[in-house]
């Protein structure tokens, strides 16, 4: 997995496409494997895939305008097809769950939604293995229901920078939108 950080011509899902037939075509190995996992923010996606594939792109970044990406330090291809074998031994173990509905809004990672019953998390947690993650629609979401959103987050932590800079652009989004 890598963090791409965009500019406004970067063209991130022909780079994953060009990557998946390099991998295909040139080197002619199956299973190709190059998407978007994690809609973080505007400027900022998580690409996961094939290694093979994310060489190819950081090779190749100039080409597709992609001016900074960084690895992260992950053990598999989260939020991709390559997951899904691991999607039946998590559906075992949440077999043996007690899963409540929650008492507070909780919202799906894989479609942005509230979750209503135990039966939808438990569907959605198992989904959010192979699936891409919608951080920013979700922020969409919560940032238009709430009037001011604060989290208290480690300081430290890419998290909060993240959520820092989405509040940051919803906030300016909102200006925009009642400003007109």
């Not at 060009?18 to 996606?45: G, H, Q, W």
Request: proline content about 4%; charged content about 25%.
């Amino acid at each position: 997995m890598m963090m791409v950080f965009l500019m406004h011509r970067t063209k991130m899902k022909y780079a994953c496409f060009t990557a998946r037939c390099y991998f295909t075509e040139v080197l002619k190995m199956d299973s190709a494997v190059c998407s978007i996992a994690n809609y973080l923010y505007p400027e900022c996606k998580v690409i996961t895939g094939n290694n093979l594939a994310l060489e190819f792109l950081e090779k190749h970044s100039k080409e597709f305008a992609i001016p900074q990406m960084r690895r992260l330090p992950v053990s598999g291809a989260f939020h991709t097809d390559l997951m899904k074998p691991a999607q039946q031994h998590l559906k075992e173990a949440i077999k043996h769950m007690d899963i409540k509905t929650p008492i507070i809004p909780v919202h799906s990672n894989v479609n942005s939604y509230k979750y209503k019953h135990p039966k939808a998390i438990e569907r959605f947690l198992v989904d959010q293995l192979s699936e891409l993650i919608k951080w920013e629609q979700t922020m969409h979401i919560l940032y238009s229901r709430i009037s001011h959103l604060h989290m208290k987050l480690d300081r430290e932590s890419n998290l909060d920078r993240f959520c820092n800079v989405q509040i940051r652009c919803l906030h300016s989004m909102r200006q925009c939108l009642y400003d007109e």
